[in-house]
Structures are given as C-alpha cells and as structure tokens.
C-alpha cells in the first residue's frame, strides 16, 4: 500500500456487516448467536478477526452494523481484543445489504465526505492479510474517481453456493471492468463458468465513496432513500448505538445492494483476488477451509476419526467427546444441546432443517443455551420440578438492574471473581466462595465492582420460576 | 404351562447375569453404567424387563450375578419394580459364564436341591412373554431328567454376530438334539447356515437342574470346581449381597460355559423358539430391534430424521436434539458428554473405537456423567478453576458417611426433600429451598429422613477439589 495512502487516517472505513444468522452452520450458529461471532477456527471470533484485518494507519475506526439482539456481543468482543469502534449501528429490523449501505453512505457523508467506505460481511474468511490488503489499496484509486470497486475471487473449484462475475478488460483505473454477474448457477453452468476463464466468484466486498453510493441509490433504487434518510435522522444515541428509527426503516424495501444498485450501474469494476477467501456459507465450506490431513479428516479438538474419509467431525464443547467410525463424506456438529449429522452434499439443505425444527417450536433451531445480557451472559446448568440451576458470568464494572421476585428465591455462591450485593436497601460484598440468599420479595442488586469476571452459580427454588416474574426499580 | 409346575413356587429360579459391559453400544452403555441397566426401549431398563419377565407362580424369586460397581444400580432398579431378589451374587472379579453359572449351580444345590434353574443375560430382548414362557415349560421336563437345555432362536436373517446351533431330531423328551455349535460365522457361512433350515441361534439362556449343571462341571471342566466351591464356601454375607471370595475366585478360569460344559456335554437338547429375540450385541441390532418407518428410519424423542434411510438416529437426553440430514445406513447415538456417528455396517467395531479412547485415557470410554453410590447418585453440572457444580440424589432413607475435607467447603442447596445435616455434632433440618454452608474440616454427615428423593445442588469451592480430600470417620 502506498505511504501517501496509509498516512491518511481517514482513508478506509470499514464498515463490518454482522447482522445474519447464518442458520446453514447450524447447530453452532444460531439466530441467538450466530457464526459471525462463534470460534471456527482457532480462538477468534470471525467477527474479531474481521476487525482486526482493518488495524493499520490507513483505516479508520471500524463501523458496525448489527441489530439489537448482538449489540453486547458486539461490544464484548471487540473489547476483548481492544478495538473501539467509530460506531455501532443498529437496524431495528433485518433488511438485506441495500438499505444498511445506504444508511452507512449517508452517516459517512456527514462524519467524514472524503473517506471511502469498505463493506465487509463480518463472516468470511480471508486469511492473508497483507495480500487482502493490498487488493484494497489497489481499489481506492478507481473508488475515489467514481468507481464502486468489487472484489473477484479467482475460483479453485465449481462451487454452486456463490454468486459469479464476469470480468472484462482492465480498464484505465487499474481495475477490471464488471461486464456481468451472474446468480449461483447450477452444477454444469458452474462448470462452464470455471471451465472460461472469465468468470470469478462475487465475495460481497465493496469499496466506494460515500458520494458514489448515495449517487448511485438515487439514480438507481431511488425509493429507498427516503426511507433510510428518515431512519437515519431520527436514529436515537444510546450507550455508544445508534438506533436507526423503526417507523422509517421498517419502509425500507428488504433487497440486496447487488439487485438494487450493482447490477444497474455501469461503474461497477473489480478487482481480482488471488488469495483464499470462504464466505462460509455452510458446513462444506467449513471444511474445505479447516486443515484436513491426507484421508480430507478434518477434526477439532475432542473429535476422534476411525476409518473416516473426507469428513468434518466437530465437537463444539471440551465437555463432550465426538466419535466417527467408518464415515464418508459426512458432516458431524456436536454441542451438548444439539448435534447434527449430514451429507456433506446436503450441506445447503441444514437451513431448511432448521426451518423445520423452528417450526415444530424446537427451542434449539434459535437458542443457545447460553444467553448474552448488556452485563455478561448465563447459561442453564440444570432444571427440575420448583428449581433451575444457572451458571452467571458478570463482566467487570457490569450490574444487573435493582428488581425482585414474588414467587421464587435464589441462592447465589460465588465461584470466580467478589460481588457487590444489595438486598433490601442493605450492601455487602460477597467473596469467592461465599454465598448469599435471596428470599421473595427482597429487592436486589448484583454488581461487579471488580476488574475479574464474577461467576456466580444460581440456584432458583420456588413454585413458578418464568422469566416474567420480576420486577424491576429504575 | 402345566398347572402342576405353575404352583410350584420353587420350580424354576431365574438367573440374571448382568456383569457385563457391553461397549458395543457406547456410548450409551459404558463401564460404569452398561447397556443392561439403560433404558434402550421405553421406560424401564432391559434389566428391569428382564427380571419382570419372570412374575409368576412358576418362577421363584431371582437370583442376580453382578459386580461389586453394579450392584447398587441393581438393588435400586429392582426396588423401582418391586422385585424382591433371592439373593444377589458379586463377582469379586468378571470370569466369563461358566464360573459363574457354576457357582449358582453350587449356591443353589445347598438352597433349594429341586429347583431348577434358568441362566439369561440380562441384556436380551424377548418381548414376547407368553410365547417365552411356554418355551420355558417346554424345557423343564428334559431338564428334570438331566438334559442342559437351551433356547434355539430360528433365525431371519444370516447374522454374523451369533453363534449357530445345528438342530438334530426330535428327542423322546420333547426337545430337539443338538448336534453341534458354530462359532459367529462369517458373512457367507451365515448364508448357507441360514440356507440349511437346520441351525439355529444359540440364544444363551440355559436351563437345567443344579446337579446336572454340577456333574457337567465335575465330568468337562473340574479344574474349575475347587475355586469355585472355595469362592463360594469363604464368601461373605453384607447387606444383603453375596460376595464370592476373591482369592480362590482369581483361580478360577475365565472361560465361557459353551466352551467349558456344552461343547463337550452329550446331554445338551434345545427348545425351538419362534419369537423375538436379540442379544443387542451392536447398535445394529437394536436398530433391527426398533420400531422403524417405511424408510428404515428409527428415532428416539429429540431425534429428527430429514431425508435419510436405513438409520438409527437416538438422543439420550431431552435436553439435547439430534438431526440426521440426507444419511443412509448411519447410527447416530448422542448424549451430552460424547456423540458416536458410525457407518451401521461398522457396528461391531464400536468396541475396538471405544478401546482407543480407553487407551488415549479420554473418561467418556468407560464413565458416565452419573455416578452411582450406595446413597444415590451424583452429575458433574459445570466445573470452572477451584469451583465445581454437582446435582447430588440421596435415596429415601439413605446417608452418606461422616467425612471431612482438608481444601475445600461445600454449598448445598435443597431443591428436593429434605434433608438431615450433622456438621460437627449439631444436627439440623434443611427443607426445600434452605441452604447450609460445610467450611473445609468440618465434620459433616448429609441423610435423607424422608420418604421422597432427597435432590442437592451442591457448589464446591477450594484450592483442591479431589475427590481423595476426604477423611471418613467410621
């Protein structure tokens, strides 16, 4: 990248979309929790290793766009890995790309005209950061004169899950002209395509102006602009979010940025990428990215193969032993709450599947058993007939609102960490290994006032135990 | 069944034998819990079934061979169905059949010399109880007169998991000779045996009178009556268990009845049975033995078949769903802790998959999350550095020992029954939803007064957790 470039601070804003939920990587991604933010590979998040692709002098603070339910997870993760974000933006709704680059072109024009705005869905894999980064730089010049700059993967295999391009001559800025793109087309179509020379895989990455795209929506998906500039004018800032108001968003038509702009316009030029990139669009993506050893077995830690061939044994908990014994080309997820088993060929199908189970009202299709709250998260150890058992991680400096029960108790011990509890207007610390009760009807309060994270283990005892029975003091 | 020998209440005495291990169907059944005492179909376990199936005027109360880890497991399920045994037997060490049925031999020759007795592993499904029944009926006449009688299961299908048995003519005591036994054949031997129409499956069930099985012993295989009389003579009552002597029991050759007695024996008949029955010596065979749809497709609660054929597909655990996408001939076997996905035509070689983990020292091979004590039962719930989380159920009536532990405290939560805490000398009552804190060295005894499961949440914390911190007070 050139030194010009990389001394600008303002020059790339990265714009990191993670509002899917990816239900294909089911059970591991799910609606509640979805793949973005799950450890696929190594210790990272593909979300905080996203981020941590845009550290260097020429990218701005990274913007976020997510929805209310990943907010704290959001925040969470990119405090773990020291990443403050310029901002998190929050649709109050799914809409599809269109309208969230919209409304993140028209917020960018305000902060900062001169930037070029870089989306990337917060779910790929692109494992070779100077080369990654060097394809952006390659892209800012043709996007300051005008360009909407896409990235073409060069295809190693006729994959039918992604979208192609074809790409014509380099044009006079550097890039290749985009002559046409083209759905994800069947088996022998995606042979063809392979087979040409011409066609490469569309990655969803765009680089562009805030002024070319805003353009570009108003000579081309004008009806969203209005919409999406009311969403955007009556956002509201909230603890570091900023809420995108509903009423007008909810207008907004639910299209893709492809269908509604790139596929009208005629500046669209890209440029092609070499290095490996995975939008990990299922559990065959997944494996094609992991390391498999010379029988294609790819494991994680706590899955065993015998006899196995061109498989992917994950098991997603150090609790929980997988074992795969004479398998082929089969794809094995296991999570101590769900597992599932596939043809690795069907890898597509796991979305219906989970449709399916969403539809029988099984809780798993969506829920995790662990649930993130603004304070840290709980997970379910155990239930039985009057009594549940939750295992309450509180991050430092985090609080639970002041509230009480009328039906049910709870008995805290602290296993990790020194809680502040106040128990009808009267505060005490509580220590590692001490433990506190907390009859019906007593207003609580439970702090972290620590910098460790508190674990407490909850017992909650009593003749109803809903969620909804809580009452909360402001 | 003749009326004469229904009211006979001492005319058979049944004889479960449920030592073994059964890692053919980890991981359901392992070590420490085996596939006998799990409930493979239904409610109740196939121990349970197994000792139900032998109500009746004919049947005398059962005797029960098992181990010294089982037997806990034993005298709890049958109280569940309220079978009183005659006695229940512990081998010191597992010697295969033929020690043991020679012990029961010897056992009962001094209880009860009339009796006859009907050895059946307690892992077998024969559903059809009146068509077993009458089979047995048929068998006590040739057993009264000095025949070792066995069961020939005709089969429907060329199994290379069972031994064979060639079926002569009809003997003037309304049995049929055996001719000879094959050992498990392999896949085209099995066809031309099934071919034949004249070998049968040797079940393993054996009935006979105990001076016959005695003089069997005296005349093929006395090198093994010693021990056993010497086990037998030295063992000691507690309990209600009889527990073998271990010292003449190691003498004892570890050798199977078929191959000590039957082989050899010119006096060995068998009853032609029609009905259902399997060993469940794979998960094979019990996909077999399940209830499957048009597709082959056998499911348990919690498990979801979408496209598949020919599988068995089972959770363990209702707080954990299982989905088999697009799978043929796959066993799929899930549980919290461990998840086996196997090729069905690899089912016997569980066994050997389960033997490496062994041999890698990963605890799923032989342990289950559940662990069985005199006093109940205990689950691992959640463990974290210097915590750990267990759900502890103390049977009616029940206590643990007087203990103290060096490095850690315990927590524990009633949310079941009560219970009757002594910590250092002061006894006191804890109800449903009360708490009581044990500090390291405390003297501290935990009863269950009461006539219902008394159910603990118990949180330990400390700089130790093992389990060899604790000083027993007698």
Same mark, same amino acid.
């Given at each position: 990248?050139?030194?010009? &470039? ?57 913007? /976020?766009?997510? !929805? ?27 809409? !599809? ?75 006079? %800025? ?136 061109? /498989?992917?044994?994950?098991? &997603? ?73 939750? %295992? ?15 039906? %049910? ?49 909850? /017992? ?15």
């Amino acid at each position: 990248m050139e030194s010009q &470039e990389s001394n600008d601070p303002a020059a790339v804003t990265p714009v990191l979309m993670c509002g899917g939920v990816g239900t294909r990587l089911w059970p591991l991604s799910r609606r509640s929790y979805p793949k973005q933010f799950t450890s696929l590979f190594g210790r990272e998040s593909l979300f905080q290793a996203s981020a941590r692709r845009f550290l260097g002098d020429c990218f701005a603070p990274p913007v /976020v766009i997510t !929805n209310t339910e990943f907010r704290f997870i959001v925040t969470e993760q990119l405090a773990e890995i020291g990443i403050k974000p310029a901002i998190i933006m929050i649709e109050p709704e799914a809409r !599809n790309t269109a309208p969230a680059t919209l409304a993140v072109s028209l917020f960018m024009q305000e902060l900062n005209p001169d930037a070029l705005i870089l989306v990337v869905p917060a779910d790929h894999v692109l494992p070779d950061m100077e080369m990654f980064q060097a394809a952006v730089a390659t892209g800012m010049k043709p996007a300051r004169s005008g360009d909407i700059v896409t990235f073409a993967v060069c295809p190693d295999r006729p994959e039918t899950g992604y979208g192609y391009m074809e790409l014509g001559e380099i044009s006079d %800025r550097g890039v290749v002209a985009v002559k046409r793109f083209v759905e994800k087309p069947d088996p022998a179509e995606a042979e063809a395509l392979v087979a040409s020379g011409r066609f490469f895989w569309n990655s969803g990455l765009l680089l562009f102006s805030s002024q070319t795209m805003a353009d570009a929506f108003e000579a081309h998906a004008s009806r969203l602009v209005k919409p999406v500039r009311d969403a955007l004018s009556h956002a509201t800032q909230d603890m570091g979010f900023l809420r995108l108001a509903p009423g007008p968003w909810s207008q907004a038509g639910n299209i893709s940025v492809d269908y509604a702009v790139l596929e009208q316009s005629k500046r669209i030029t890209a440029v092609p990428y070499t290095g490996t990139w995975s939008d990990l669009g299922g559990w065959d993506s997944v494996w094609a990215e992991s390391m498999t050893d010379d029988q294609g077995v790819a494991l994680t830690d706590h899955a065993y193969a015998i006899d196995c061939q061109d /498989v992917l044994l994950r098991s &997603e908990s150090r609790h929980q032993v997988l074992v795969g014994l004479g398998l082929r080309d089969i794809i094995a997820v296991a999570m101590p709450d769900a597992v599932l088993v596939a043809d690795k060929a069907r890898a597509q199908d796991v979305k219906a599947a989970v449709q399916h189970l969403k539809d029988i009202q099984i809780s798993q299709a969506e829920e995790f058993p662990r649930e993130h709250r603004p304070w840290g998260y709980f997970e379910h150890l155990t239930r039985g007939p009057g009594f549940e058992v939750r %295992r309450i991680t509180i991050n430092p400096g985090a609080a639970l609102t002041l509230q009480s029960h009328s039906h %049910r108790a709870e008995h805290w011990v602290v296993v990790a960490g020194g809680a502040r509890v106040t128990a009808d207007g009267h505060g005490q610390i509580v220590e590692r290994n001490q433990s506190v009760f907390i009859p019906p009807d007593c207003r609580h309060r439970l702090e972290n006032p620590g910098t460790d994270r508190l674990i407490i283990i909850e /017992v909650r005892t009593g003749a109803s135990l809903e969620e909804d029975d809580v009452v909360r003091y402001v």
